[in-house]
Structure formats: C-alpha cells, structure tokens
C-alpha cells in the first residue's frame, strides 16, 4: 500500500485544529517539578521548548500548541509514505504469545509478577516508512525508527525539518508493537525485557525487508541511527542503544518506562528497566548514547498489582535524569506541566526541536 504525504499532512492538521491545548484529566497525582529531591530545572517560557542546542532539564507548560512542523508547509517536497503488514509466522525472533490475565505479586518477591496465562499466538503489524524526496535511491541514509504504530505525525514533521534543512535527509521508520501490554504479552515481551532482542529483531528481520521492499540502503553507522518510543515503547528505545551501542546512539522517549515492568524474571536485571538509573548507569562505563526525554506531571503511578515502589514513572524518569548528569551524558530532559501519561498535545509542540537536538552534530547537506 502507498500514501502520499500531501493526504496525510492534511489529515493531521485536522487532527491537530480540532485538538487545542486541553485541561488535563488523571487518575494519577500531579507532581510538582520542583519537589525536594527531583533533578533541578530551568522553567521554559510557557507555550515553549527548550532550545534545540541546550542540554540539561527543562520544565515547559502548562499550555500547548502544535509546532508549525505539524502542518504541510508550503515549499516543503512532499516525500513518500508506505505500509506494509509483518505476519508473526515471518518472525523467527518473535514468533507470538499473548495473555489472558495480567497475574499476581509473587508473595515471596513483591518486585515480581507471576504470570500463568501466557501463550502462543499469533499476531500480524503494520509497518511505515517514510521515504523524503530528497533521498537518492540506492544511496546510504540515515533514519529514525519509532515503536507503537505507523507515526504519521512523526513523519510529517520529519519532511518538514528535512526541507527545512534542520535534521538530515532521512528515512522514517514505525513499527507496530505485536499487541497487548505489559508482562506475558507480545508488547510487553518485545519492549519490557531487558535486553538486545527487540534490537535484533528489527535488525536482522525489519531493515533488509524494508530495504528489498523500496530500494532505499540504511547506513550501519550507529551515528545515524535514531530510536524513538512513548512508554514501554520509550524503554524499548533505550535498550535497543544500552544493548547495542554499536547500532544506535541517538535515542528519544515520551513517558519512558524506566520502571520494574519485565517479564520473565530475569535475575540479572531482577528490577527490569528501573535497573538502568539504580544500577546499569551509574555502574557502568559512560556508553556513546544522546537522550532526549520527557515525562508528565501526572504521569503514571503503580497501575499494576505490583506495589514495589518501583512503578513511578515520575520518579523514574528523574532518576534517569539524574544518573545520567553524574555520568556525564549528552541529554535533554523536559518535564512538562499539566499533561499526561504520552501526552500528544506535549508531543506534537516537542516533537520537531527534540528531533533538532537528537540529531546535533550528524552532517547536514546545505541548502541549494
């Protein structure tokens, strides 16, 4: 299936009139940026972002507007949209499970979840890709792949700072997740578990499919690779660079979920991705890695049975920022005010500078 851009960009400046800036609405409490203990901040002039060169934590709100990049902007060339559907039976890394009941706190551990109702089954996703009109076909290119469904937001605004001449000339990539959420799912076993296996999977089974499909050559250079996921989506992201610095150094999360959501167990990472600002960070060699990241006011807070005190995602998410300071990393953290849990009014003001900041210092052709 193709789409054209023009069509899409339409769609989403309908979708972005009809969705102003809101009155948050959370079942979660709102955190208040500069609680004792959280990571010290300089307030943004509200509506406004961090500047796409500064580094260190940023507090923006409480009101929102979409960027100009969100909206077809004229002069801009209009690059190519594309889907494709992936069957769980093409997968030899993941081939499918789902689960009927989310499970209970292990009683002997109240930082693990049984889980008894997971099986195999099958699943089929979608898979987008943004292909810009300046790209040459055949040629090496950098890109961005996101996690949660084909982005078509994500790849208006890619176009946009392309023509712009703001962020190279890239392919766009969005993959589907494989349904359900957290433990004993597929969402949750492809994005939770600690390790480089999502990575791989998009490596090994996702790329040379999207290359045969549209002749485009994806460069294997770690410095033009981007992630970028909201929620677990988010913490995928981040792993696929932990795990596999040689493939990914540019990473960008909404609501990431740096918190206790493994599944299976694995005793060593036994408090899942809450385990990177407890202990893999702050333990471990600086990793070549540039993070932008966000978190909402009220954001999540223990929406599971486990009562582990490790399933805040406020506290996570300033944790990160906080480890990642004393480390020494290239990072950009925004915690924004009067929004929720992956925010789309945040993320549609956010989205073009935090992908201006992600990919600083990767080659930039001039303007003709």
Do not use: C
């Amino acid at each position: 299936m193709k789409k054209t851009l023009i069509g899409l960009a339409i769609f989403v400046n309908l979708l972005a009139d009809a969705n102003p800036a809101f009155a948050a609405a959370s079942p979660y409490p709102t955190r208040d940026p500069n609680t004792p203990g959280y990571v010290k901040a300089k307030v943004i002039q509200d509506p406004g972002n961090p500047p796409a060169d500064a580094e260190g934590n940023f507090i923006i709100g409480p009101n929102y507007f979409p960027a100009p990049e969100y909206r077809l902007m004229p002069g801009v060339p209009q690059g190519d949209i594309y889907t494709f559907d992936w069957n769980s039976t093409e997968s030899k890394i993941y081939p499918g499970i789902a689960r009927d009941v989310l499970g209970t706190a292990d009683p002997a551990d109240p930082a693990k979840l049984v889980v008894t109702t997971s099986h195999p089954a099958p699943y089929t996703r979608q898979i987008g890709v943004f292909v810009p009109k300046q790209y040459v076909a055949g040629t090496l290119a950098p890109f961005t792949v996101g996690a949660d469904g084909v982005d078509t937001g994500m790849f208006l605004v890619l176009n946009n700072l392309i023509g712009e001449h703001k962020i190279p000339v890239m392919i766009g990539i969005s993959i589907q997740n494989g349904s359900g959420d957290a433990q004993g799912s597929e969402r949750g076993l492809e994005y939770d578990t600690m390790s480089g296996k999502y990575a791989e999977f998009i490596e090994k089974e996702i790329l040379p499919e999207i290359e045969r499909r549209y002749n485009v050559k994806l460069t294997k250079d770690p410095e033009g690779r981007a992630t970028m996921g909201t929620s677990s989506g988010g913490s995928a992201a981040f792993s696929m660079a932990w795990y596999h610095p040689e493939l990914y150094h540019r990473v960008l999360t909404y609501s990431g979920t740096y918190v206790n959501q493994q599944w299976p167990f694995n005793p060593q990472s036994p408090h899942g991705a809450w385990e990177y600002h407890e202990h893999l960070i702050p333990q471990n060699p600086v990793k070549p890695i540039r993070l932008w990241f966000e978190v909402s006011d009220t954001d999540l807070l223990n929406p599971n049975p486990l009562r582990d005190n490790m399933h805040d995602w406020v506290i996570a998410n300033e944790n990160m920022a906080k480890v990642l300071a004393a480390k020494g990393y290239h990072y950009q953290f925004v915690f924004a005010r009067h929004a929720v849990h992956g925010d789309g009014n945040v993320k549609q003001q956010t989205l073009p500078e935090a992908l201006e900041w992600l990919w600083k210092g990767y080659p930039i052709a001039p303007a003709k």
